[in-house]
């Protein structure tokens, strides 16, 4: 399971967020903000993560979930390269305009090893799955199916629509869960 004793810290939480809204308003507007102050507050071990993924929304509307897996650790570069990605490059969106940048709202997810698991194993509300076959693959993040209400199957088919894969698993398929850290710029932090 993912460490949490270095999320507790509001402010470490705190300068991940300032730093991905920063990248986020300069990737999309060309703003210039200051630099974040080069204090304690933004040196920091590189937190012990598999994967880091940014979502965006506005309001209750997803406007960009992307992130980098299969990660040792995650440090500045690692979450402002998923904060840019999120906002310009995911592929079911245009880019974040200027004018959406004050509405948007940020959530950071980082995520635990990932180990197989199968079907049976998954657990709604504590597991993220990510599923690989050939050269298809997707991930969902846990909090997705809470907020979707999903059964353990509806993700598991949600999962296999998300990664192009046919309804029926073929022997190639290969399924792996793993927790998460959550926390957004409201100040809420859960773990999964």
Request: proline share 5%; glycine share 6%.
């Amino acid at each position: 399971m993912l460490e949490l004793v270095s999320l507790q810290d509001a402010e470490l939480r705190n300068t991940l967020l300032t730093r991905a809204r920063q990248e986020i308003s300069k990737a999309c507007a060309s703003v210039r903000e200051p630099a974040l102050p080069t204090e304690k507050s933004t040196e920091f071990e590189p937190i012990n993560a598999s994967g880091v993924f940014v979502s965006l929304h506005i309001g209750k509307r997803l406007r960009g979930c992307i992130g980098k897996l299969r990660l040792n650790e995650v440090g500045l570069s690692e979450l402002s390269a998923a904060a840019v990605d999120a906002a310009c490059a995911d592929p079911r969106f245009q880019a974040v305009r200027p004018s959406e940048l004050s509405e948007l709202h940020i959530e950071i997810s980082l995520l635990g090893p990932l180990y197989r698991c199968e079907p049976e194993e998954v657990v709604v509300g504590r597991h993220g799955l990510y599923i690989r076959s050939d050269d298809n693959s997707g991930l969902l993040l846990p909090q997705v199916a809470v907020e979707r209400d999903w059964s353990s199957t509806e993700f598991l088919q949600q999962l296999r629509k998300k990664a192009d894969l046919e309804p029926t698993p073929t022997i190639s398929e290969q399924l792996w869960c793993f927790r998460a850290v959550v926390f957004d710029e409201e100040g809420n932090l859960r773990s999964y």
